[in-house]
């Protein structure tokens, strides 16, 4: 039965180079006949195109399990957290999972799964992680929503910094990638390391919701005004559960 097996390989290995120096366009049949015998030769052996032998089954069963398990767990860690924030601040929200994102240079958004039937409105602050304020609502359907995160180069929030200073400026986005403090008086000192929160001017953004870091700051001499590059708690790549602010 074995030695069958392999002839009946033989033949199809024979054909395929047959149809392959035959055909002037052969380049595009190796193409199309790799997949086919991928599914086909394993370890010498001919199995049923399509189907996994039952041990790799049980294998891939068993990566999906423990991915899904490891994303359940990510997924609760990040919920204690959020609980954690509104049980430390008199913060009412809604939870909302995210369904999908983009991080285009010019757009930097992330779509959530409640919506005006839940209490979202526009304008709404939205946070992440341990109370990290990441965006603003942008856009409210009846079931979900527009979040437009910090570093969208659109975005556009009042910010002031724990410094002596207690300096004021516009928080915005950065080529959809950095948090920036803008319009910063040149005079006013903003050590690296200062925190940088909301400051309440905002309609519905209260204040002391913390934006991150100031990790460098950009002088120009040109300007009346110094700009602070603001390092972020949240990975805004990773979000995956946010709380929204209910006006």
């Not at 001919?46 to 189907?51: F, R």
């Not at 294998?59 to 957290?81: C, F, P, T, W, Y």
């Not at 040149?186 to 929160?197: K, Y």
């Not at 909301?198 to 110094?226: C, H, I, K, M, W």
């Amino acid at each position: 039965m074995r030695n069958r097996k392999f002839l009946i390989l033989s033949i199809l290995i024979a054909g395929f180079f047959v149809i392959t120096s035959v055909f002037p366009q052969g380049h595009l049949v190796k193409d199309l006949a790799r997949g086919f015998f991928a599914g086909i030769v394993k370890y010498g052996y001919v199995v049923q195109v399509g189907v996994l032998p039952e041990e790799d089954v049980d294998v891939v069963k068993e990566g999906v399990e423990r991915a899904s398990s490891q994303d359940l767990l990510l997924e609760n860690e990040e919920l204690r957290i959020l609980l954690g924030f509104t049980e430390r601040f008199d913060f009412s929200g809604v939870g909302a999972d995210v369904l999908g994102r983009s991080y285009d240079p010019s757009r930097a958004r992330l779509i959530v799964n409640q919506g005006s039937e839940h209490g979202v409105a526009l304008g709404a602050p939205v946070v992440a992680g341990d109370g990290v304020l990441v965006g603003i609502i942008e856009d409210v359907f009846t079931d979900s929503s527009v979040v437009r995160l910090l570093i969208d180069p659109k975005s556009r929030v009042a910010g002031r910094l724990l410094n002596t200073s207690q300096s004021e400026g516009v928080v915005g986005g950065g080529h959809g990638i950095v948090v920036r403090m803008e319009l910063v008086p040149r005079d006013e000192d903003m050590p690296i390391g200062t925190a940088l929160v909301s400051s309440g001017l905002d309609q519905y953004v209260p204040r002391g919701l913390l934006v991150g870091y100031v990790v460098a700051v950009e002088q120009d001499t040109n300007s009346l005004f110094n700009r602070a590059i603001i390092e972020t708690p949240v990975d805004y790549q990773r979000i995956t559960q946010v709380l929204i602010a209910r006006q």
